[in-house]
């Protein structure tokens, strides 16, 4: 099984700061690869698609970057909504496995 | 607008079954893969089984395999997980997600997700 190592579990912020996250594959993984957001209730939502297309729909403050085996999810301001868990996905190989989860709160 | 819609869950003993149904609309259902994805309160995201456009080809996470069974019927536009010998730690949300045209590609959107039924393995 290809693990996802994501980095880190939780981070307190402000808004308006630059947010990153990463994620890195025990394996290559090529850019299959997806970023999604989480708020408490509610199903994910994709934001990253390839590591680094952003989702129709979705604000350009948030970026992906990345690939083989480290990618970086970045929110360049952050905002009130963004408040959430954030969790990378790799599609390459089964089982698909997830990051742990990063997740966002107030400073 | 592309829609998945979950249902069954509920509170079942252990040892327990219980059949989820996610039933889709908003695309050709059967032109593509679906997966389920589950969640323990509080906890991370867990891969569980997905299941090709035409159904005859499955996937199971190693901690499912020989207890759950997914299925689907097109007709229905409806995906199916079986649920067996349940245990407590298969107390989860269960989402269902659509996939790509091919189970096996790596081409897998994994989008959208549904909102999820809660399913609860307690005595």
């Known amino acids: 099984d290809i693990q996802m190592t994501q980095s880190p579990s939780s981070l307190s912020a402000s808004v308006g700061d630059r947010v990153t996250i990463t994620c890195r594959a025990s394996?290559?993984?090529?850019?299959?690869l997806g970023w999604y957001q989480q708020k408490p209730g509610k199903a994910p939502k994709r934001l990253i698609y390839?590591?680094?297309s952003l989702q129709s729909g979705v604000p350009s403050r948030f970026s992906g970057s990345g690939s083989g085996t480290e990618f970086t999810l970045t929110i360049s301001s952050l905002q009130p909504e963004d408040f959430a868990t954030y969790y990378c996905?790799?599609?390459?190989?089964?089982?698909?496995?997830f990051g742990q989860g990063t997740k966002v709160e107030i400073k | 607008e592309v829609q998945l819609v979950e249902s069954g869950g509920g509170l079942v003993q252990p040892g327990g079954s219980l059949r989820l149904s996610c039933s889709a609309s908003?695309?050709?259902?059967?032109?593509?893969?679906i997966h389920w994805v589950r969640q323990a309160p509080g906890k991370g995201l867990e891969y569980v089984s997905g299941?090709?456009?035409?159904?005859?080809?499955?996937y199971y996470a190693d901690s499912v395999k020989g207890r759950f069974t997914i299925s689907r019927d097109n007709s229905k536009n409806t995906l199916y997980l079986q649920m067996s010998s349940l245990r407590g730690e298969d107390t989860a949300v269960y989402y269902c997600?659509?996939?790509?045209?091919?189970?096996?590609?790596?081409?897998?959107?994994?989008?959208?997700w549904g909102q999820g039924t809660l399913v609860t393995v307690s005595s």
């Open positions: 996905l790799q599609h390459s190989s089964y089982p698909r496995t």
């Open positions: 390839a590591a680094s």
């Open positions: 299941i090709s456009s035409d159904g005859g080809s499955t």
């Open positions: 394996q290559g993984i090529r850019n299959d």
């Open positions: 908003g695309f050709t259902f059967s032109s593509f893969a």
């Open positions: 997600v659509k996939g790509g045209e091919w189970l096996r590609s790596n081409k897998d959107p994994f989008d959208p």
